[in-house]
Nanobody
Framework: QVQLVESGGGLVQAGGSLRLSCAAS????????AGWFRQAPGKERELVSA????????TYADSVKGRFTISRDNAKNTVYLQMNSLKPEDTAVYYC????????????????????WGQGTQVTVSS
């Protein structure tokens, strides 16, 4: 079992930045691939970004490319999402997720690939 706890959400003006953190505990986090998803009111949850276990491969939703950066520090059991140039449409609850289904070398984009989820952190971007 892996427990995930997100932090770093909040209220920011359009054009501002936030860095989300996802702290993992329970097992060796370096064995897991990870992702950030978000869910806005009235919308389905969607993938924002994902990273493989070794930090050698990442992917981003088209809507955040060039603005968001995912990274991980396996020594700290933490995954980050740096969000720059935030827009009001980025407003959502952001969830961290992790999984260890083989192969761990590829980036996983589907929710069903993830077995562990955090509780979510609210990001609100004002115009």
């Amino acid at each position: 079992q892996v427990q995930l706890v997100e932090s770093g959400g909040g209220l920011v003006q359009a054009g501002g930045s936030l860095r989300l953190s996802c702290a993992a505990s329970g097992r060796t986090f370096s064995n897991y691939y990870a992702g950030w998803f978000r869910q806005a009111p009235g919308k389905e949850r969607e993938l924002v970004s994902a990273i493989n276990w070794s930090d050698t491969s990442t992917t981003y939703a088209d809507s955040v490319k060039g603005r968001f950066t995912i990274s991980r520090d396996n020594a700290k059991n933490t995954v980050y999402l740096q969000m720059n140039s935030l827009k009001p449409e980025d407003t959502a609850v952001y969830y961290c997720a992790a999984g260890d289904s083989p192969p761990r070398t590829i980036v996983r984009t589907r929710e069903r690939s993830y077995d562990y989820w955090g509780q979510g952190t609210q990001v609100t971007v004002s115009s």
